[in-house]
């Protein structure tokens, strides 16, 4: 990472929201998107995740298919995070893609909004497929 991140913490000096709260820079985010990708390696080679971690990550759960260890699953292997008010993050390993997007939605979640931002991430993705 370029600078430093801030997680919410659930009460001062306390632990950290697990399922949520990470507020980091576009490039950063990228950056995460690029190791979760790239299966938990560093840009100088080293692995630092378990083997077989990001895909047992990226498996659908038994309560949810469409969610994995902290990812939501999409279409054609792709997966990623959202954040309240837009944030997300959208990981296509087939594509080689990383797309991130802060946002400042009017409101914390939107289906409206999601609808657009599903549309926006499906037609980037299409695109590179047709290249």
């Known amino acids: 990472m370029e600078h430093d991140a801030h997680w919410l913490l659930l009460a001062p000096s ?13 490039r950063d985010y990228g950056r995460l998107g690029l190791f979760a990708m790239r299966n938990g390696e560093l840009p100088d080679g080293r692995h630092v995740l378990p083997d077989g971690w ?20 999409g279409e054609g292997g792709g997966y ?8 997300a993050l959208w990981i296509n390993p087939g594509e080689d893609l990383v797309i991130v997007t802060l946002s400042a939605w009017p409101e914390a979640t939107s289906s409206e909004f999601v609808r657009h931002r599903a ?8 695109a590179l497929g047709e290249r």
Do not use: K
């Open 54 to 73: 990001m895909a047992e990550s990226t498996r659908p759960s038994a309560a949810n298919p469409g969610y994995g260890q902290l990812w939501w699953l």
């Open 14 to 26: 306390g632990a950290e929201h697990g399922d949520c709260c990470l507020s980091a820079t576009l």
């Open 80 to 87: 990623g995070a959202r954040g309240i008010f837009g944030q």
């Open 119 to 126: 549309a926006f991430f499906s037609a980037v993705t299409t």
